[in-house]
């Protein structure tokens, strides 16, 4: 039975890290005293709904929580250094802190160290988020210990609303564009110049022509689209920009 902790104090663990090709010991007082920090631990790097949905969430609701007072987002797995820095490499997930429980000492310590042995993991994190401020947990989310991998409440979204409910979440952007395109560089520089995080995909790479028409109903590039909705090429964009309803969380 998983239990919730909330109150106490977060698991004494010293972590094995590298960094710049050098080993390095971080300590539970590196990572949380003084500082209010969100941790999400989550079944193994790689594996579908932790690339999928549960860290790059968090990564595109950074700077959100960042503006909510949070000091550090952790994302905590039981896999070794080299995997986690693979991972976050792979994910571009520069605003996370990934944190490798490699003999699961703080799972352990957290209650929440699991066998996954039926999927040839062995021991692993089962799937949690908490609010921890100065190495004590304020709030935790835990999935309920059903069959699989649930993934209802220690999502990104939930923590945030947890700690400020009112909180400007940053609106997704995502480009089509292809190499050589001179009006796709015009796009991607106004929103850099506004400050915007997007997601590229790049045709010929990412995706084909046929996927740019199958979405968007255009064969030229860029096409633009916010939160689902087509706003067109780099003029339509720069048009949509000076009406203020696109802005940086």
Same mark, same amino acid.
């Given at each position: 039975?998983?239990?919730?902790?909330?109150?106490?104090?977060?698991?004494?663990?010293?972590?094995?890290?590298?960094?710049?090709?050098?080993?390095?010991?971080?300590?539970?007082?590196?990572?949380?005293?003084?500082?209010? @920090?969100?941790?999400?631990?989550?079944?193994?790097?790689?594996?579908?709904?932790?690339?999928?949905?549960?860290?790059?969430? %968090? &990564? /595109?609701?950074?700077?959100?929580?960042?503006?909510?007072? !949070?000091?550090?987002?952790?994302?905590?797995?039981?896999?070794?250094?080299? @995997?986690?820095?693979?991972?976050?490499?792979?994910?571009?997930?520069?605003?996370?802190?990934? +944190?490798?429980?490699?003999?699961?000492?703080?799972?352990?310590?957290? #209650?929440?160290? @699991?066998?996954?042995?039926?999927? #040839?993991?062995?021991?692993?994190?089962?799937?949690?988020?908490?609010? !921890? &401020?100065?190495?004590?947990? /304020?709030?935790?989310?835990?999935?309920?210990?059903?069959?699989?991998?649930?993934?209802?409440?220690?999502?990104?979204?939930?923590?945030?609303?947890?700690?400020?409910?009112?909180?400007?979440?940053?609106?997704?952007?995502?480009?089509?564009?292809?190499?050589?395109?001179?009006?796709?560089?015009?796009?991607?520089?106004? +929103?850099?110049?506004?400050?915007?995080? %997007?997601?590229?995909?790049?045709?010929?790479?990412?995706?084909? *022509?046929?996927? +740019?028409?199958? @979405?968007?109903?255009?064969?030229?590039?860029?096409?633009?689209?916010?939160?689902?909705?087509?706003?067109?090429?780099?003029?339509?964009?720069?048009?949509?920009?000076?009406?203020?309803?696109? *802005?940086?969380?």
């Amino acid at each position: 039975m998983l239990k919730n902790i909330e109150g106490q104090n977060v698991p004494t663990v010293t972590f094995k890290v590298r960094e710049d090709d050098s080993w390095k010991e971080l300590t539970t007082d590196d990572l949380f005293a003084g500082q209010k @920090v969100v941790l999400f631990a989550l079944p193994g790097a790689f594996t579908p709904t932790c690339s999928s949905s549960h860290l790059p969430r %968090y &990564n /595109e609701l950074a700077p959100a929580f960042k503006q909510a007072g !949070v000091d550090r987002i952790i994302c905590l797995s039981v896999n070794d250094t080299f @995997v986690m820095n693979e991972w976050k490499r792979s994910q571009n997930a520069k605003n996370i802190t990934f +944190l490798p429980d490699g003999c699961g000492d703080f799972s352990e310590g957290m #209650g929440m160290l @699991v066998d996954k042995g039926n999927l #040839g993991f062995g021991k692993r994190s089962w799937r949690y988020s908490m609010l !921890v &401020n100065d190495g004590k947990i /304020e709030k935790m989310f835990i999935e309920p210990e059903v069959e699989g991998d649930p993934f209802d409440v220690a999502d990104a979204d939930t923590m945030l609303d947890y700690i400020a409910p009112e909180a400007k979440k940053p609106q997704s952007i995502t480009i089509f564009s292809k190499l050589g395109c001179s009006h796709c560089a015009k796009a991607k520089t106004a +929103l850099d110049d506004a400050g915007l995080d %997007y997601e590229e995909i790049v045709l010929g790479t990412d995706a084909t *022509a046929r996927s +740019l028409r199958a @979405v968007s109903g255009a064969l030229t590039t860029p096409q633009i689209f916010v939160d689902g909705v087509k706003i067109g090429g780099a003029d339509d964009l720069e048009t949509y920009l000076a009406s203020g309803q696109l *802005a940086a969380a």
